[in-house]
């Protein structure tokens, strides 16, 4: 029988809530997630110096050259780069905005070295009292988390993939790996497969655009990563 993983969560803001005045990812777009009582998505990267910030890409701009964030500082970071995004935040800082107030789903990013990344991670968790949930591209980090975090978390599949000879589909594998949800994206529904995978586990879909997209993934999951082009933010 399938756990109800995702009991009262149905949206999950991609990156926070953010749009031309708030970046995403940003403790502004954050703030904003929690006073709409709404879940929120974010991603994490490990610095050189072993800080864990709030980014998506794996890279900034320096002076129109990509720099690998892995190969930077914090305080190089804000410093000494011009970047897109000026308010890139510390892990920990994001953790301590949303208190507890509404759920996190993290996505583990794969840049760095396996392993780098997921013990600095557990060492900030292992502190923090309220709920989340985490994701992965990289299996070896969800089974290893899965050993030492009292957390659920699951499986990002990639757009790329070829999803119809992957062994993902199986919920038995699934199970024997200890796999708590599935994360899938959209673009790739419909598809029988996972309408009938989602009656084992959880499933969830990214990234949602608008209500439309959202009625359409209905029969597929049981909540959606939903980027917030259609949400007013005062």
């Given at each position: ?26 403790i ?90 997921e ?13 989340y ?14 050993r ?7 499986l990002?599949i ?40 989602n ?36």
């Amino acid at each position: 029988m399938k756990k109800n993983l995702f009991k009262d969560i149905s949206i999950i803001a991609h990156r926070g809530l953010h749009n031309q005045k708030i970046s995403e990812n940003s403790i502004l777009a954050f703030r904003e997630a929690c006073k709409k009582n709404m879940p929120i998505e974010l991603d994490i990267h490990l610095l050189q110096d072993h800080n864990i910030i709030v980014y998506h890409d794996d890279y900034v701009k320096v002076k129109n050259k990509k720099k690998p964030l892995k190969e930077i500082t914090y305080q190089q970071l804000q410093t000494n780069f011009p970047i897109n995004n000026p308010e890139i935040p510390l892990f920990k800082t994001a953790l301590e905005e949303v208190n507890g107030k509404v759920p996190i789903l993290i996505e583990i990013k794969t840049d760095q070295k396996f392993k780098k990344l997921e013990k600095e991670t557990i060492k900030i968790l292992k502190n923090y009292k309220g709920l989340y949930f985490i994701q992965s591209f990289r299996l070896r980090s969800i089974l290893y988390l899965k050993r030492k975090l009292h957390c659920k978390i699951g499986l990002l599949i990639h757009t790329k993939t070829n999803t119809q000879k992957n062994w993902f589909f199986n919920p038995i594998i699934l199970k024997i790996l200890k796999i708590d949800f599935l994360s899938y994206p959209f673009k790739n529904i419909p598809n029988k497969k996972i309408e009938k995978l989602n009656k084992k586990i959880p499933v969830l879909l990214w990234t949602i655009h608008n209500e439309k997209e959202q009625k359409c993934a209905e029969n597929y999951c049981d909540a959606v990563i939903f980027e917030n082009t259609s949400c007013e933010i005062n």
